[in-house]
């Protein structure tokens, strides 16, 4: 089974590499390699997620290692789904690396498979996990986006290649918003459960709820005060480095009640 991980690991590596060539010499046979090296590796990576589901006979979403490892087949899935039918190439050139730098974070965690504790025995397990799954991977996506509004601007491309790359960030963080407002909606229904209370001021749930205010803020300005642009990709790329803080680094600096998520 580690065997599956690690492949697509390399995998992954391999796609960044030739995809990185590729882009800088232009050699369109290097690109196409990348995405048919990035499509094995998520084949792998989707093995290796049902195959420690069987094992596990649970959802492997439990631990840091397995929310790290959805979340970065969760971008690597709505790269391999919005490239062809969008047909955007050039969200590859930051996609991909984003995948790489969340699973190279799952290899470093621990990877033995762990009985649920009894709060994470729920209903609302799935739900939680797999809403905050989606969301960070649309967050990131985003933020992928924005940083390719950027680099094009800088470099004259045109207002429509732009308009497009503005609408589909916005878009993402539509898609991300919704499902995080499920992550803390049903957190709140599963703490009450578990721990008697809908709100705790954990670490975590407060992180979330930062996160949750920065896209709504976001979403204010590119709805009601109709903001669009440079403006509104740097905002989503300052708002990353955030959503990785909510992921990782409030279970590495803070402890709290989801340490062991």
């Not at 590596?13 to 050699?27: C, H, N, Q, R, Y």
């Not at 397995?66 to 050139?93: C, H, Q, T, Y």
């Not at 979330?208 to 976001?218: D, E, F, N, S």
Request: aromatic share 16%; hydrophobic share 60%.
């Amino acid at each position: 089974m580690k065997a599956l991980f690690f492949v697509a690991l390399v995998l992954y590596g391999l796609a960044v590499i030739l995809e990185f060539t590729g882009t800088a010499f232009k050699k369109d046979r290097f690109l196409k390699a990348a995405w048919y090296v990035f499509l094995a590796a998520a084949v792998l990576h989707t093995a290796f997620i049902v195959t420690r589901g069987v094992i596990a006979k649970r959802l492997p979403l439990s631990n840091q290692f397995e929310f790290a490892n959805a979340f970065a087949w969760g971008v690597a899935l709505m790269l391999i789904a919005m490239r062809p039918r969008l047909k955007i190439d050039w969200l590859s050139v930051a996609a991909m690396p984003a995948t790489l730098l969340v699973m190279t974070y799952a290899a470093l965690q621990p990877m033995e498979i762990r009985d649920l504790m009894p709060a994470l025995r729920s209903a609302w397990f799935g739900v939680h996990i797999g809403s905050a799954v989606l969301s960070y991977a649309a967050f990131v996506i985003a933020g992928c986006v924005g940083l390719r509004y950027l680099l094009s601007a800088k470099k004259g491309a045109d207002s429509r290649a732009l308009d497009q790359m503005d609408y589909i960030s916005y878009r993402m963080v539509a898609f991300g918003f919704l499902f995080l407002t499920v992550v803390i909606l049903s957190g709140a229904i599963w703490a009450e459960q578990a721990w008697s209370a809908f709100w705790t001021w954990d670490p975590k749930e407060v992180w979330a709820l930062i996160t949750w205010i920065i896209y709504a803020v976001y979403l204010h300005l590119r709805l009601r005060m109709k903001r669009k642009g440079a403006v509104m990709a740097w905002f989503l790329v300052i708002a990353v480095p955030v959503v990785f803080f909510t992921f990782a680094g409030v279970n590495t600096l803070m402890k709290g009640m989801h340490t062991y998520g």
